[in-house]
């Protein structure tokens, strides 16, 4: 499958988007993920610690693979440094593989240069790797980090309000694993936030980091803003979530989508698709007001906007415009 292409494909400078991946799964060790990265990607393997590698290409960049636990990679890089704590660090690695993740970081790849990703899915599948559906308790997940148009208040206000208005048919189109929909991980806006975003007409960047760091001062969003607030100012984020994790990018960080890597059916398109459609009523302004303007119409006293309603009709707004 091909990654469809969303209707604005170049920043404001005239560069392509860009966009990186972030794909969590177990099943392997970080070696039998090296092999393929290298043979597909066409990549150089240089080892950081026991549990952090890269891989560098010519084409696409730098990846990163590691075992996504920040204890243990920071006791590994210390024993790597030092030459010493290896049985410890090893004994943890063991302990830590059925449950913590193995993650593969992709650079920022432009759009038209993304397919190298998918052949990349069937060969950790056909290795062994294993997503959401193999873990009772682990949360796996696709992270997608989609570079924007340009930083402005207006052109995020846009992004902000379309994801708020899909956010509910997106858990079902993605249909999203009952343990990752329970987790504190990919929590959605709430509805106050919702409201107070589709009703305020204000596209002033102040405001827009009062409102949002007001109703989600996490990392724990479906949609976190956080590195892109961050990249405009961060010390005005840090000022309110002190959080290490939160690195400044020119993107978004959507963090909804499950991985299904041992699905033969499933590829990153399937995820990627899905979010094209934030992309497209993003770039409808007028279509963004009308479905505001019906969301806010069925809200109801203390009890607001019955979500399957509106999944209902936001569902069959999409399929009337062809965009699912």
Not at 29 to 36: A, M, S
Not at 86 to 109: G, K, T
Not at 186 to 212: C, G, N, Q, R
């Amino acid at each position: 499958m091909s990654f469809k292409m969303p209707p604005v494909t170049d920043t404001q400078q005239g560069a392509v988007r860009k966009v990186g991946f972030e794909l969590e799964f177990t099943g392997l060790t970080l070696e039998q993920v090296i092999e393929p990265l290298c043979s597909i990607l066409e990549g150089q393997v240089e080892q950081r610690s026991a549990v952090e590698f890269r891989v560098h290409t010519d084409d696409l960049g730098t990846f990163n693979l590691e075992l996504d636990w920040d204890f243990l990679k920071r006791k590994a890089q210390t024993a790597w440094q030092e030459d010493d704590g290896h049985q410890l660090v090893d004994m943890l690695h063991q302990a830590a593989l059925p449950v913590v993740p193995l993650e593969i970081v992709s650079p920022p790849i432009p759009l038209d240069q993304l397919e190298p990703l998918n052949q990349l899915i069937p060969a950790l599948r056909k290795a062994g790797a294993k997503g959401t559906e193999d873990s009772l308790i682990a949360a796996f997940g696709v992270h997608i980090n989609p570079e924007l148009p340009d930083l402005s208040a207006a052109t995020i206000n846009r992004y902000l309000k379309a994801f708020a208005l899909l956010q509910w048919w997106l858990v079902e189109a993605h249909d999203v694993d009952p343990t990752r929909r329970i987790s504190p991980y990919i929590a959605l806006y709430p509805e106050a936030y919702v409201k107070e975003l589709l009703i305020d007409t204000s596209v002033d960047l102040t405001h827009l980091f009062d409102s949002y760091l007001k109703h989600n001062p996490t990392r724990n969003r479906a949609l976190d803003l956080l590195p892109l607030l961050a990249e405009i100012d961060a010390d005005r984020v840090r000022q309110v979530v002190d959080d290490p994790k939160i690195k400044s990018r020119p993107t978004f960080h959507y963090r909804l989508p499950d991985c299904r890597i041992e699905d033969a059916d499933w590829d990153l398109t399937k995820s990627w698709d899905l979010w094209c459609v934030v992309e497209q009523l993003a770039a409808d302004p007028q279509a963004i007001e009308m479905l505001a303007a019906r969301f806010l119409q069925l809200e109801r006293p203390l009890i607001g906007v019955e979500r399957k309603i509106w999944v209902k009709e936001i569902s069959q707004w999409l399929n009337d415009q062809g965009w699912v």
